[in-house]
C-alpha cells in the first residue's frame, strides 16, 4: 500500500502542525536518563519489578515510550507499545509507572526502553539485563501466593524433554471434583511456573504436579495452599441460581466467565467466573481508569483479551483506548493503544485514521478519523494473531443516508485491525472502503432501526466531529459487535477469511481475509435482505436474526453457527417509518404473541446453494436490548446469554442460560439459568484454561 506523508501526532505536537515536523532543529536529541529497577537483581519468579524511567527531549516535543522483554536465550517482544509521556520540568516519564512481572522460565531478562519523538523521528534505547531466580529450588515444587488472592504460582522442577506437565488441584476438603492447567512441554533446563486459578475463596487446597510421558502419568509431592478472602475493596455482584443444574445440564463445563459491561449499573464490578450454583472462583478488576474495561475473550491455557479505558498518545482524551492480554493473575502480557495502531495503520496507506484531535471544526466532507478500540478482540486468528475492532467516524455529502437537515451527515464506521504476535499492524479492513453496493457495503443503507448518536450518549462511540456546520445526529451505520475466524472457508484453500456481526445492519458478513493476505472484499452477507435464502422448515413469523450478537461457527467451523438474536427488528413494529429496506415489511407480524424476546439460535448453511437451514430457534424468556452470547456446548446443549435485560425502574439483570436440544424440533428444554447483574458477555467453559474455540 501506499504510505502517507502526513504523521500520527500528539495532542501537543498538533501546535506545531505539518510546519514544525519539517522544520525541527537538526540538533534535536533525545535522551534516556533513567531506567533502573527499584528492585535488585535477581529476584524469583512472580516478584513485582518497578522501574525509575525519565528521559529528556531537547526538541521541546512529546515523548513515547515503549517497553519489549526478551526471557533467556529468546528475541525481544513487545510488552506495552509506544504510549504518552508526561512532561515535568523538562523530564520525560510514562504516564504510567513501568512494572514487570516474570512468570516465565528463571534466568537472564533483557528489558528494553526505546522513547521516541514521533514529530523529530530522534529516539533513544536502553538495555536492562535483570536475572530471575527459580521458585522452585532443591528438586522440589514450590507454591506462592500473588497479587490475585484466588491465583497461586506453582512452580515444578525440570523434567524430561519430550514429556508433558500439568498441575492437578483440590480442595482439601474433597467438596468437588479436582481441575486441572492446561498441558505444557517439559523443559529439561528449567522449572516450569503455572498460574493457579479457578479456586474458591479463603479455600484450602491440594496441589502436585503431574508428569505425563508415553502415555504413563507420575504425581508428583503435593503442597498446601489457601487462597485469600475476596479483597474488601472490591464490589462483587452476587448471583441467584434459578434453574439449578440437573442431569441433563452439562456439567463437565463447570464454570461460567462472566464479563461484566458497567454501563448502566453505575457500580464498576469486576469481571468475574463463578461455578454453576452462581459462587465466585476467579475475578479481574483492571488498574485503569474508572477500573472500566470490557473483557472480550477467555484465551486457551489462561489468560483474557481485555479492552481498557485509559489514556493513549494525548491526556486530552481518555476513552477505550487499550487493548491488553493479562494473565490469570491480572499481570499485563502484552498491551497497545489506539495511537500506535493508527499511526501504523497510516503508514500503511489507510485515509481514514488520522487522530480526532487534528481536524479542523467544522470537519469537511471527507474528513475521517479513528475512535476507540470497541465491542470485540479476538487471538488465535491463525498464527497467533490478534483482531480487534475500531471505531472510524467520517463526513459525507448532505442527503447521505437520509438525513433531511440539509448539512454534511456524520457517519460512525468500522475498522478491523488484526496484529501480529507482536501486536504490530499487518492488515485491516475499512468499512468506508466498501460503500460501492452490490456484495459490499452501501453507505446510502441506513442502520435497519435508523439509529444515531450525539455525544456522551450511551451505548454509542465517542463522538468527535460533530458540531456547528454539521447534520446534529451522528448516524451509527454498522455498529459491529463479534469476529470469528473462519478456518474452513469452502473455497478450496487452507486460508481463512473473518466472519463479523453488524448489529445496526442486522447482517453476519463475511470477509476475504485470507490469513492476511486477502483483499477485504465481502463474499457475502447472511441476514434479512442479504444474500441468503431462509429454509423456514418450522414456519417462524420472523426466521432471520436481528441486532445480533456473538456470531460463531461451532467444531472448528464445520457448524452450526450459533447466533445471539437480540431481535430488535423482530420486536420493532415492522411497519415502522424507520424501517430503510422494503424487504424487511414482507416478513409479516414482528413477532408472535408472549414471543417478544430474545432468542437463542443456530443454523447451518450452504455456500453453493446460498440457503439457511434452522437448528435451533429458542425462546429465551426475557428481552436483551443489546450485548449476549451463544455457544454450543460440549455435550451438545446449548449456552446463552439475555445480557441487559430491563427488571423494574433503573435495574438491569443478566442471564446466564443452558438449554438442552429437543431432536425433530427448533427448540430445547432450560437446564440451567443463573439471573446476574449487568454483562457483556458470558462463557461455560470447563475450566479457566479451556475457552469455547469460538
Known sequence: ????????????????????????????????????????????????????????????????????????????????DFNLGLENSGVWTPIKPFVWTPTGPEGAYRIQLTVKDFKTGQNASKTVVFRVNPLAAGGMPAVAATANPLVALFSAPACAAGSTIRVSFQETSLAHPANATNWVACDPAHTTTFEIAGMYPGTAYRMFAQTMTGG??????????????????????????????????????????????RLGHGVDYPDVATDLAGNIVW??????????????????????????????????????????????????????????????????????????????????????CLGSFHHDAIQTLNNGYTAVFMDVEKIFPAGTQGDTSGLPVDVLGDLIVVLDRNWQVVWYFDSFAHAGGGTQLDIGRRAVLGETCVKG???????????????????DWLHSNSIYYYPAPQNGTSLGDIVWSSRHQDWILRINYQDATGNGDILWRMGPCGDFTFNNIYNDLWPWNSHQHEVGIEN?????????????????????AHMSSGCLLGLGSACKPNDCNSRGMAVTFDESTMTV???????????STAMGSAQLLNDGNYFFLPAIVAVGTNKIDSYAMEYDPKAGTDTGTKVLNIQGTELYRAWQMPDMYTPPIT
Open 1 to 80: 500500500m501506499k504510505k502517507l506523508l502526513r504523521a500520527w501526532l500528539p495532542a501537543s505536537a498538533l501546535l506545531g502542525g505539518l510546519y514544525g515536523i519539517l522544520c525541527a532543529p537538526a540538533h534535536a536529541a533525545v535522551a534516556i536518563t533513567a531506567f533502573t529497577p527499584m528492585q535488585k537483581s535477581p529476584q524469583v519468579i512472580g516478584t513485582s519489578i518497578d522501574w525509575t524511567v525519565t528521559a529528556t527531549n531537547s526538541a521541546k516535543s512529546s515523548l513515547m515510550f515503549r517497553f519489549q522483554v526478551a526471557p533467556p536465550g529468546g528475541a525481544l517482544a513487545m510488552m506495552k
Open 556 to 576: 472448528g467451523g464445520a457448524g452450526p453457527m450459533t447466533i445471539f438474536d437480540n431481535g430488535n427488528t423482530r420486536v420493532s413494529p415492522p411497519t415502522g
Open 457 to 475: 450518549q450511551g451505548g454509542c462511540p465517542r463522538i468527535s466531529l460533530l458540531g456547528t456546520g454539521i447534520a446534529p445526529h451522528a448516524t
Open 613 to 623: 437451514n434452522p437448528v435451533l430457534s429458542q425462546n429465551l424468556t426475557y428481552f
Open 283 to 368: 475475578y479481574y478488576y483492571p488498574d485503569s481508569v474508572n477500573h472500566v474495561n470490557l473483557l472480550t475473550r477467555p484465551l486457551a491455557n489462561g489468560g483474557i483479551l481485555s479492552l481498557e479505558y485509559d489514556f493513549a498518545w494525548t491526556p486530552k482524551v481518555s476513552g477505550i483506548l487499550m487493548l491488553r492480554q493479562l494473565d490469570l493473575a491480572g499481570n499485563i502480557v502484552r498491551e497497545t493503544n489506539t495511537g500506535i495502531v493508527g499511526h501504523q495503520l497510516t503508514e500503511m496507506g489507510a485515509t481514514d485514521t488520522g487522530p480526532c484531535i487534528a481536524i479542523h471544526k467544522p470537519a469537511a466532507v471527507g474528513s475521517a
Open 216 to 261: 504413563s502419568t507420575v504425581d508428583g509431592p503435593a503442597l498446601s495452599f489457601t487462597t485469600g478472602a475476596l479483597p474488601a475493596g472490591v464490589p462483587f455482584p452476587t448471583f441467584n441460581v434459578l434453574t439449578a443444574p440437573g442431569e441433563n445440564t452439562d456439567t463437565a463445563d463447570a464454570l461460567v466467565l462472566h464479563s461484566v459491561t
